[in-house]
């Protein structure tokens, strides 16, 4: 199975739609700020979504987190904001613990619009796949993140730019 993870896409599903027909995902989970998009990417893409509010989602009925599980693993899907969320793993203290918290051993977020990926840091994969809309990295590029679930249930991450 492959997961496609993004995040702040702020109302623009051109990029999604690319990543969606480069990658031809299993599933989409949506890390919030989709700004009213939310219905509309599963019914374009036809591939079943997952998706958190973020904060300039506003659509209230939209859950601020979510717990999936991911083969043998357990995961905390979250924008972010309400963790307090920066650029470095110095700022994730409150965020693995709350994911720790609810039983998780990976934690997904975005909100920064800054790809990372950190697999064992403090027992957790921790995965922001920054923007495919308006990146704030240094590089520009617009990202993704990738999951695969291999057949012995263990998950395979990668951040991706789109071409």
């Known amino acids: ?8 896409t702020h109302s623009s599903l051109r990029n999604l739609l690319r990543v969606v027909d480069e990658e031809k995902p299993d599933k989409i989970f949506h890390l919030g700020d989709a ?32 717990l999936e599980e991911v083969g043998n693993h357990k995961a905390f899907l979250t924008h972010g904001h309400y963790y307090g969320v920066g650029m470095d793993l110095m700022d ?4 693995i613990e709350a994911a720790k918290n609810k039983g998780a051993d990976m934690v997904f977020f975005g909100h920064t619009h800054v790809p990372m ?5 403090r027992g957790m994969t921790i995965m922001n ?7 704030r990295q240094k590089s520009k590029k617009y990202t993704y993140g990738i999951l695969k679930i291999l057949e012995n ?4 991450c990668a951040l991706k730019a789109l071409k």
């Open 1 to 8: 199975m492959k997961i496609l993870v993004v995040s702040d």
């Open 35 to 66: 700004q009213g998009k939310e219905l509309e990417i599963e019914a374009i893409t036809e591939v079943p979504v997952t998706v958190v509010r973020g904060n300039c989602d506003m659509d209230i009925s939209l859950p601020s987190e979510v």
């Open 92 to 95: 994730l203290d409150r965020i």
């Open 117 to 121: 990926l950190e697999l064992g840091y």
């Open 129 to 135: 796949p920054g923007s495919l809309t308006s990146p």
């Open 153 to 156: 249930g263990e998950v395979e």
